[in-house]
T-cell receptor, first 109, second 113 residues
Framework: GQSLEQPSEVTAVEGAIVQINCTYQTSGFYGLSWYQQHDGGAPTFLSYNALDGLEETGRFSSFLSRSDSYGYLLLQELQMKDSASYFCAVENRDDKIIFGKGTRLHILP | DAGVIQSPRHEVTEMGQEVTLRCKPISGHDYLFWYRQTMMRGLELLIYFNNNVPIDDSGMPEDRFSAKMPNASFSTLKIQPSEPRDSAVYFC???????????FGSGTRLTVV
């Protein structure tokens, strides 16, 4: 079967850096994605890692270690608008994406 | 592009009634996915299509749920008869073959009373 584990909640301070971890178990792994979802909104795509290493997109970076079945999302220079839920998602070779339960990020002023 | 378009945005119906949710994917995207989101179960994949053909419907809860994609620009998810436990936000998402990320629609919030 497939499973993804990520913390249910994380709290950080405005301007700081926060890391959201994700571990997964799956067969036929293809890549790891991250999505952001604000309350009442739809998930929006943030990043995708198929190979080991760090991918940087502005204030957000995503890391993958295939050998450890582990990845993380790094958010820098946190802003209040970053308060949202963040989902890691595993894509397998059958083209479908399975989502984790999400991490709710609280940002304190 | 207007993105993935779902309708209706909100639906309130009585138990036992038929519910039809609609989705228009982004033009040129050849994958379409239906997800259901609840607090308890998170985002669950119900079914997905590739080039209008259903590929995997193993996530469809039971026979009360059915989905169709008659052409590249339209898909429906039908629940008949609806039950209170079907209350959730239903998302449609699409993706092109050369894209990594999905684009989600705004969702349909379904309440069955």
């Amino acid at each position: 079967g497939q499973s993804l584990e990520q913390p249910s909640e994380v709290t950080a301070v405005e301007g700081a850096i926060v890391q959201i971890n994700c571990t997964y178990q799956t067969s036929g792994f293809y890549g790891l994605s991250w999505y952001q979802q604000h309350d009442g909104g739809a998930p929006t795509f943030l990043s995708y890692n198929a190979l080991d290493g760090l991918e940087e997109t502005g204030r957000f970076s995503s890391f993958l270690s295939r050998s450890d079945s582990y990845g993380y999302l790094l958010l820098q220079e946190l802003q209040m608008k970053d308060s949202a839920s963040y989902f890691c998602a595993v894509e397998n070779r059958d083209d479908k994406i399975i989502f984790g339960k999400g991490t709710r990020l609280h940002i304190l002023p | 592009d207007a993105g993935v378009i779902q309708s209706p945005r909100h639906e309130v119906t009585e138990m036992g009634q038929e519910v039809t949710l609609r989705c228009k994917p982004i033009s040129g995207h050849d994958y379409l996915f239906w997800y259901r989101q609840t607090m308890m179960r998170g985002l669950e994949l119900l079914i997905y299509f590739n080039n209008n053909v259903p590929i995997d419907d193993s996530g469809m809860p039971e026979d009360r749920f059915s989905a169709k994609m008659p052409n590249a620009s339209f898909s429906t998810l039908k629940i008949q008869p609806s039950e209170p436990r079907d209350s959730a936000v239903y998302f449609c998402a699409s993706r092109g073959t050369e894209n990594y990320g999905y684009t989600f629609g705004s969702g349909t919030r379904l309440t069955v009373v």
